[in-house]
Nanobody
Framework: VQLVESGGGLVQPGGSLRLACAASGVTFDDYAIGWFRQAPGKEREGLSCVDNSDGTTYYADSVKARFTISSDKGKNTVYLQMNNLEPDDTAVYSC?????????????????????WGQGTQVTVSS
């Protein structure tokens, strides 16, 4: 399983970015893909997740009004649309995968429940 993130960069406050997580080596429908971020000196934070087996989506309260997760099964890619970005959103953003056929119940926001991780992409929100 390989996950590759893209779409990070520098954006001004109030701006938008769309991150992409391209998955390979997977049967896409068998995986839940989550997005996390980690800022310097802070713990990794679960932002959102999509379970591709049934399309269920999950969001952290801190971002649900501004971020939207979506899944393109034809491209084996999960997107995170981030709007109205704030300086506090500055972090390394990573996607991760769980094989839902074998995982049983999982906590979408718990990093330890994920089996595979991408390398991360930097998002910097600054004027």
């Amino acid at each position: 399983v390989q996950l590759v993130e893209s779409g990070g960069g520098l954006v001004q406050p109030g701006g938008s970015l769309r991150l992409a997580c391209a998955a390979s080596g997977v049967t896409f429908d068998d995986y839940a893909i989550g997005w996390f971020r980690q800022a310097p000196g802070k713990e990794r934070e679960g932002l959102s997740c999509v379970d591709n087996s049934d399309g269920t989506t999950y969001y952290a309260d801190s971002v649900k009004a501004r971020f939207t997760i979506s899944s393109d099964k034809g491209k084996n890619t999960v997107y995170l649309q981030m709007n109205n970005l704030e300086p506090d959103d500055t972090a390394v953003y990573s996607c991760a995968a769980i094989n839902t056929l074998y995982s049983g119940a999982y906590d979408w926001a718990e990093p330890g429940d994920y089996d595979w991780w991408g390398q991360g992409t930097q998002v910097t929100v600054s004027s």
